[in-house]
């Protein structure tokens, strides 16, 4: 039996992205004149095989883990800050918070394997796959088992989201920028100096001490890297295999996902290159500050919508840029053709 998170993801409809195209082209406008918007609105109307394109009922969730990688000293923060933002999340009081209260978008977080356990709260979801991954300098971050189970925690987010048709995901784990730029270096084959970044605000000092952590990790992980599910296993964590899991099973349930900053954008390319039918799928709201994101969004083609400076994670950047995504549908489904309005075309 093949594994569920294999199974192939609608592939777009060419006739509805020809007909938007069209539609596009007769609104009152100059052709190509809305740029990316115009983009956005083709994409969506092919993946949801319509002519109305609509990103109206999205869901935010935000996923978090540790990471035994910490022991190395890469991040500037300690590790019980990756519970106690749950609680922040929790409360209202995170940036996610803000901007998901303040567009009235569904919001969730998911506890996928803090070390500090988290008390019993109303809203937040306590799927716990262990307390952190295991240090990558040492071993596998986790088992196989422990990886598929994270897979699923994703997945289950997504089957229990009811009528959603957009999927932001977000993620909170102190040492996971370590991981991301681990990821990254697997996915594109480039050195780990240009994939580290400052995280949380390490200095100059610590990130060339990042960068010789995640050369020691793939030098130990590298050439055992058979498939997007082992280096997920390797030297991923519990919230990253959860954004991949909750990424792959919204495009096979045709739901377009907005993906976040570094980690989700990790979290995608590993997504995608355990199932590439994905792809299509995938919306990148913004290239953020890390060095390694850019890169990461070339390698995928990928060419996100935002560019800000943000490295907060959280999903925020993905947040921001929904209002653009939504806006990108409204003028593809209200704006007057050149017929409609009787405005002269030109000759373009
Ligand atoms: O999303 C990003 O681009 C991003 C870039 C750098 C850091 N972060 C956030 O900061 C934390 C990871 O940073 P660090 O230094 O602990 O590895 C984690 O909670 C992420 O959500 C997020
Ligand atoms: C305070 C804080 C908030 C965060 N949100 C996402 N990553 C974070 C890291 C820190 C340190």
């Known amino acids: 039996?093949?594994?569920w998170y294999l199974a192939e993801a609608p592939a777009p409809d060419e006739e509805h992205r020809q007909r938007a195209q069209q539609h596009q082209d007769n609104l009152t406008k100059p052709k190509g004149?809305?740029?990316r918007l115009e983009d956005v609105a083709i994409q969506l109307a092919a993946l949801q095989g319509?002519?109305?394109?609509?990103?109206n009922k999205p869901l935010i969730a935000v996923f978090a883990g540790d990471h035994g990688v910490t022991a190395e000293g890469v991040s500037a923060y300690p590790q019980?800050?990756?519970?106690?933002m749950v609680?922040?999340?929790a409360s209202?009081?995170?940036?996610i918070s803000v901007l998901a209260r303040s567009m009235g978008v569904p919001f969730q977080v998911v506890n996928a394997g803090t070390v500090y356990a988290i008390e019993d709260l109303d809203n937040v979801l306590d799927r716990r796959v262990a307390a952190g991954t295991q240090n990558m300098c040492v071993t596998e971050a986790m088992t196989l088992e422990q990886c598929l189970e994270a897979?699923?925690?994703?997945r289950d987010i997504i089957d229990e989201a009811g009528d959603i048709n957009l999927f932001i995901g977000g993620e909170m784990g102190i040492g996971n920028s370590t991981a991301a730029a681990a990821l990254a270096v697997a996915h594109t084959r480039l050195s780990a100096n240009a994939m580290v970044g400052r995280g949380t605000g390490i200095s100059d000092q610590g990130m060339a001490k990042k960068a010789a952590v995640v050369t020691r990790a793939m030098s130990r992980h590298l050439p055992h890297m058979k498939n997007g599910v082992e280096t997920l296993r390797r030297i991923g964590g519990f919230e990253i295999n959860a954004l991949a899991g909750a990424y792959i099973r919204a495009a096979q349930k045709g739901i377009a996902v907005l993906v976040d900053g570094y980690i989700c954008s990790a979290a995608?390319?590993?997504a995608v290159k355990i199932n590439p039918s994905i792809r299509p799928w995938l919306f990148f709201s913004h290239c953020g500050a890390e060095p390694g994101h850019s890169r990461l969004l070339n390698k995928m083609d990928a060419v996100p919508l935002l560019e800000l400076d943000l490295r907060l994670g959280e999903g925020s950047g993905a947040a921001l840029a929904l209002p653009i995504m939504n806006a990108a549908c409204l003028l593809h489904n209200e704006m007057a053709s050149f017929e409609q309005a009787g405005v002269s075309r030109g000759n373009d």
């Open 50 to 55: 319509t002519s109305t394109p609509r990103v």
């Open 33 to 35: 004149s809305l740029g």
């Open 92 to 95: 209202g009081g995170a940036a």
């Open 80 to 84: 019980t800050v990756t519970a106690e």
């Open 1 to 3: 039996m093949s594994e």
């Open 87 to 89: 609680r922040n999340f």
């Open 151 to 154: 897979f699923i925690v994703g």
């Open 268 to 270: 995608a390319m590993s």
